[in-house]
């Protein structure tokens, strides 16, 4: 995925789903009961319940959305996404061949590699494929390399290849270091910090510290902008320059004024697109109308607030609280790996895309289905049945 990524930067839900269906295919042809109770048992989960809720509850926010067709395009992006992710995580572990960890740290040394000669070069490679020659473009690339390096480390870890493991962290923050995306850079930052703080403290202090920065992520995000405004430095300002810090501000102010505004139900699912038309902004002062047209508050935090409201942010800070709780029981490093991965997507999660974008959905269920095969007791032959956390 992240050297298809480089090549083409939005073909990794074509990536997941041509993964998930020959593992599907696999699994259903040794033992069709057991394929389907896989697939089926980790719904009876508390975690999935909330996640199920969260997810019934987008759906019925589209009765109320002023652009259905909107609201359907996106559900049409992100559901298939989220599926073929789903059914990975629960049947690619146990399945992959031990061949496969190292290929994947090959194709995150091209990609890394890549990604770095091509921004050297003034963008060559982009030329050459007859691409958009912007630095912007292996932003995504970057990001994929943020959420797969980590649990794929884990996974060649485990295998004793302690040297190919070494050489994908390495080649993935090269590629993550030179691209312009501060998300992707802020990313690892948040994932190595938090990998740090999990090994070195007590269980419950980890779990702890991961809680509070998810529990904040959600309850700060509709007064982000606010905040930042009051205590962001001019001087920070100057140094994130290149990513936009103004704007990002701004944009966060605006979609936080839509939230007070209407914070119970929300504007319905996949708004975002054409928030700026919707009831809820039409009450708000023309100036801070404004950059609600970005398309997305860059915030995903604050987009499940201003297209799902109340009740969409409880149940995402349930889900996510629950899925906490099933991370304690991971023995380490799997614990320390699993919350890193966390840190790292909530951290890319607060500034960074669209909450529904099919490829972030597909690099997030590659990420998941490497940490489940590194967390595989290793006296079993085929995973465990308890399903994706």
Do not use: K
Not at 174 to 180: D, E, F, Q
């Amino acid at each position: 995925m992240p050297l298809a990524m480089v090549l083409a930067n939005r073909s990794s839900p074509l990536v997941i789903g041509l993964a998930a269906l020959a593992f599907l295919a696999g699994r259903v042809i040794e033992d069709r009961g057991d394929a389907a109770r896989r697939i089926l048992a980790p719904l009876g989960t508390p975690l999935a319940g909330a996640a199920l809720g969260f997810l019934a509850w987008s759906l019925v926010s589209i009765a109320w959305s002023p652009f259905p067709a909107v609201s359907l395009r996106m559900a049409g992006e992100f559901l298939p996404a989220l599926t073929a992710a789903y059914l990975l995580a629960c049947l690619a572990p146990g399945r992959i061949p031990a061949f496969a960890p190292r290929v994947g740290a090959a194709s995150i040394a091209l990609a890394g590699l890549l990604i770095a000669v091509d921004l050297a070069s003034d963008l060559a490679l982009e030329r050459a494929l007859g691409h958009r020659a912007a630095a912007f473009v292996h932003n995504r690339p970057a990001l994929t390399l943020d959420l797969v390096a980590g649990p794929l480390a884990l996974v060649l870890w485990r295998q004793r290849a302690r040297g190919l493991a070494a050489v994908t962290l390495v080649s993935a923050a090269l590629g993550v270091l030179r691209s312009i995306s501060g998300a992707a850079q802020l990313g690892l930052l948040a994932g190595g910090a938090m990998f740090a703080a999990g090994r070195l403290l007590p269980r419950r202090a980890g779990i702890g510290l991961a809680g509070l920065g998810l529990g904040l992520a959600v309850a700060l995000a509709p007064v982000e902008g606010d905040l930042l405004a009051h205590i962001m430095p001019e001087s920070a300002h100057e140094r994130l320059v290149q990513s936009s810090s103004r704007a990002r501000v701004a944009i966060a102010r605006s979609f936080g004024t839509a939230v007070a505004a209407d914070p119970w139900r929300g504007a319905g699912f996949g708004t975002s697109a054409r928030f700026a038309e919707t009831p809820a902004a039409q009450t708000l002062a023309p100036e801070m109308r404004v950059l609600l047209g970005v398309g997305h508050p860059h915030n995903s935090f604050l987009q499940v607030w201003a297209e799902l409201g109340l009740p969409g942010a409880l149940l995402a800070a349930l889900t996510l609280m629950l899925m906490l709780a099933r991370l304690a029981r991971l023995d380490q490093p799997d614990r320390a790996a699993a919350l890193g991965l966390v840190a790292c997507a909530v951290a890319i999660a607060f500034v960074e895309h669209n909450s529904w974008a099919a490829w972030w959905t597909a690099g997030l269920g590659a990420a998941i289905s490497w940490m489940r095969e590194a967390s595989r007791p290793r006296a079993e032959t085929t995973p465990r049945m308890d399903g994706p956390a």
